[in-house]
C-alpha cells in the first residue's frame, strides 16, 4: 500500500509540461523532445519507486517540479551535446587510433569546411558542361605522386583490399604467408577478410618463416593472386624469414599472376632520418614489382580515412567497373582534405604542412623545451613545482604503423604524494577540454609531441585547475 501511495506522488506529465522551468526547456528544444524524456524519466522513477530504492525523504526531493526539470536538463545536455569531442591528445602516440588517427592540416580542414558548406563539382566537367569522375580531383597529384600508374581511392583501406580480393580473386585461390594473416584494431582478420570477397585463402609457409618456394609451390591453375600484407601492430624476430616484394614480384611475372600488397600505413616519404626504419614508401614497393599496392589515407600520409589502390592501368581499370567501387566511395568532404594533403606532398611541404608528419620530426630537444615551459607556469601558479619533472621517454607512430619504431621524446612528469597519480589522469580526462595523458608506475606522463602548439596554454590552465583542488 505505501508503494501504492508514494506512486501517486509523481507529478503528471500534462502538469509538468506547463511548470515554467519545463516550458522554458520546451521552448528552447522542441515539447516533442521535452515531453518524451519526461516520461522516460518518470518511467525510471516508477520502477525504483516499485523496486523500494526510492523512497522517504529522497522519494520527497525526486518528485518534485524542479527537480525533474533538472534531471531532463541534464539528459538533453548530455544528448544534444557535440561529439565526438576535441581531445588533447597528451599520449605521445600520433596516429592514435582511438583519437581519431591522423588530424588535417588547417588547409585541409578549411577546405572540408568549404566543401560542406556549398555545392561543388564533386562528379561536374565544368569545361565540358557534363558529368565528371570523382577522381579527376586526386588525378593531377596522383599522376605526379605515382608516374605511371594508375590509381582508385575508397572510404578506407579494408574496402580497398576487400575490393582488390572481390574484384580479381573472387573464386579463386589466394596465395598469403601464414606469418601474415594478422588481426588488427576493430577485429578486422585477414582470413575473414578473405572469405567475405569471396576468395579462398591458401595459406603458406609457418608463422615464422615463409620462402619464395612455399609460394611457388602452392601455384596451380586456380591460383588467382599473391597477397602480401603488412602486419600491422606486430613484427617476428628471432628465428624468422619471410619473402619480399621484389623476390614475389618475378614469381608474379614468370607465373603471370597478379601481386597486391597491403602497404596499410600510407608512408609516402623516406622516414629514415627520423629512425623509422621499418616503413617504406609506397613508390619503393611499386619500384620492387607490386602490380597494386594498398594503403591508408589517414595513417602516416596524414590525411582523411581513405583506402588507396595504385598500380597497374589494367588492373585498377577492372576494379573501377566493379560495383563495390561505387559502394565503397569517397564522399566530397574526403576528397577535398585528400586533395589538399596530397598538394603538401607533390609541393615538398610534407613534413612542414602535414601535422602527422611535422609531429613525427619533431625533436626531443624541442619537445622538452615546450615540456619545460608549462612545468615552469604550471609551478608558478600552484606552487608544486616539486611534482613536475621533464624526463626523457619515447613517442610512438601508431595506428598499427612501425611497431618496433619509437621517437626519442621529454615527457612531463607528475608525481603524486601518495604515488598514485591515476585520480589526477581521471579529472583531466573527464574534464573539458579532455586531456588523454598515461599513467605508468605511479606517475602521470604527458608527451608535447602529440599536443598541438596552439593547445599548450590549455594544458597548463587545465593542470593549474586540477593542482590547486
Request: include cysteine.
Amino acid at each position: 500500500m505505501q508503494r501504492t501511495s508514494d506512486l501517486k506522488r509523481l507529478p503528471a506529465v500534462s502538469r509538468l509540461v506547463q511548470s515554467r522551468p519545463v516550458a522554458a526547456l520546451i521552448r528552447r528544444h522542441g515539447h516533442e523532445l521535452v515531453r518524451d524524456l519526461l516520461r522516460e524519466h518518470l518511467d525510471r522513477l516508477r520502477r525504483q519507486i516499485a523496486a523500494g530504492e526510492l523512497t522517504g525523504r529522497d522519494l520527497q526531493q525526486a518528485v518534485t517540479v524542479s527537480a525533474i526539470s533538472r534531471a531532463v536538463a541534464a539528459e538533453i545536455d548530455g544528448l544534444l551535446a557535440p561529439s565526438p569531442r576535441q581531445v588533447v591528445n597528451a599520449t605521445g602516440v600520433v596516429v592514435h587510433t582511438n583519437l581519431g588517427r591522423s588530424i588535417l592540416s588547417p588547409e585541409a580542414a578549411g577546405r572540408v569546411a568549404a566543401a560542406a558548406s556549398s555545392y561543388v563539382d564533386l562528379e561536374y566537367d565544368l569545361a565540358e558542361g557534363r558529368r565528371g569522375s570523382r577522381m579527376d580531383h586526386l588525378e593531377p597529384l596522383m599522376r605526379r605522386l605515382f608516374p605511371g600508374h594508375s590509381f582508385l581511392v575508397v572510404n578506407n583501406n579494408a574496402a580497398a583490399i576487400m575490393l582488390c580480393l572481390q574484384g580479381l580473386g573472387r573464386g579463386r585461390e589466394v596465395i598469403v604467408s601464414r606469418g601474415e594473416l594478422v588481426e588488427i584494431g576493430g577485429s578486422f582478420r585477414v582470413p575473414d577478410i578473405l572469405v567475405a570477397s569471396g576468395a579462398k585463402l591458401r595459406e603458406v609457409g609457418t608463422t615464422n618463416r615463409t620462402r619464395l618456394a612455399d609460394y611457388r609451390k602452392a601455384l596451380t591453375a586456380r591460383t588467382g593472386l599473391l597477397l602480401k600484407v603488412h602486419t600491422s601492430n606486430f613484427r617476428i624476430v628471432g628465428f624468422a624469414e619471410e619473402t619480399g616484394v621484389a623476390s614475389l614480384a618475378e614469381l608474379s611475372r614468370t607465373s603471370g599472376v597478379p601481386l597486391v600488397v597491403d602497404w596499410g600505413s600510407g608512408d609516402l616519404v623516406d622516414l629514415g632520418p627520423l629512425e623509422i626504419r621499418d616503413e617504406r614508401p609506397v613508390r619503393e614497393i611499386l619500384d620492387a614489382g607490386a602490380d597494386l599496392v594498398t594503403f591508408s589515407g589517414d595513417k602516416l600520409l596524414g590525411g582523411p580515412q581513405a583506402g588507396f589502390i595504385v598500380g597497374d592501368r589494367d588492373l585498377v581499370a577492372r576494379l573501377r567497373e566493379n560495383p563495390l567501387a561505387r559502394v565503397c566511395r569517397l564522399d566530397r568532404l574526403m576528397i577535398a582534405a585528400l586533395r589538399e594533403t596530397l598538394t603538401a606532398y607533390v609541393r615538398g611541404r610534407a613534413f612542414q604542412d602535414v601535422p602527422t608528419l611535422r609531429m613525427l620530426a619533431a625533436t626531443a630537444k624541442e619537445i622538452g623545451q615546450r615540456a619545460e615551459r608549462v612545468r615552469r607556469a604550471v609551478a608558478r601558479q600552484t606552487g608544486q613545482g616539486s611534482l613536475m619533472h621533464v624526463v626523457a621517454g619515447v613517442s610512438r607512430t601508431g595506428g598499427g604503423s612501425s611497431p618496433t619504431g619509437e621517437r626519442p621524446t621529454r615527457l612531463l612528469a607528475i608525481d603524486w604524494p601518495d604515488g598514485d597519480a591515476a585520480p589526477l589522469e581521471r579529472c583531466l580526462r573527464l574534464g573539458t577540454p579532455p586531456i588523454v595523458g598515461r599513467v605508468q608506475e605511479g606517475r602521470l606522463l604527458l608527451d608535447l609531441r602529440t599536443v598541438l602548439p596552439a593547445q599548450d596554454e590549455m594544458l597548463i590552465e587545465r593542470l593549474v585547475a586540477e593542482l590547486r583542488r
